[in-house]
Nanobody, 112 residues
Framework: VQLQASGGGLVQAGGSLRLSCAASGTVFSSKNMGWYRQAPGEQRELVASINTRDITNYRDSVKGRFTISRDNAKNTMYLQMNDLKVEDTGVYYC???????WGQGTQVTVSS
């Protein structure tokens, strides 16, 4: 399994970013997966998840602002992040729940 997260960057508070996670080496459509983030000095936390039936879950702090989605034809998962806050800053990782592989994350920095 290989996962490549992209789309991070520097944005002002209130702005938006769209993260992408391209997967290879796996049957993407059969996997439950999610986005995690790790802020400096903090533990990695699950931000959003999506299962094979497109049922989604979000941590409370991002509900109504973030949307997770997947395109099985493109083997890609997305995280649309709107109304970004300074506390959303961190390295964002995508992960298949059935795999221990993390892959390289993408940095999101929100300035005030």
């Amino acid at each position: 399994v290989q996962l490549q997260a992209s789309g991070g960057g520097l944005v002002q508070a209130g702005g938006s970013l769209r993260l992408s996670c391209a997967a290879s080496g796996t049957v993407f459509s059969s996997k439950n997966m999610g986005w995690y983030r790790q802020a400096p000095g903090e533990q990695r936390e699950l931000v959003a998840s999506i299962n094979t039936r497109d049922i989604t879950n979000y941590r409370d702090s991002v509900k109504g602002r973030f949307t997770i989605s997947r395109d099985n034809a493109k083997n890609t998962m997305y995280l649309q992040m709107n109304d970004l806050k300074v506390e959303d800053t961190g390295v964002y990782y995508c992960k298949l729940f059935s795999s221990a592989y993390w892959g390289q994350g993408t940095q999101v920095t929100v300035s005030s």
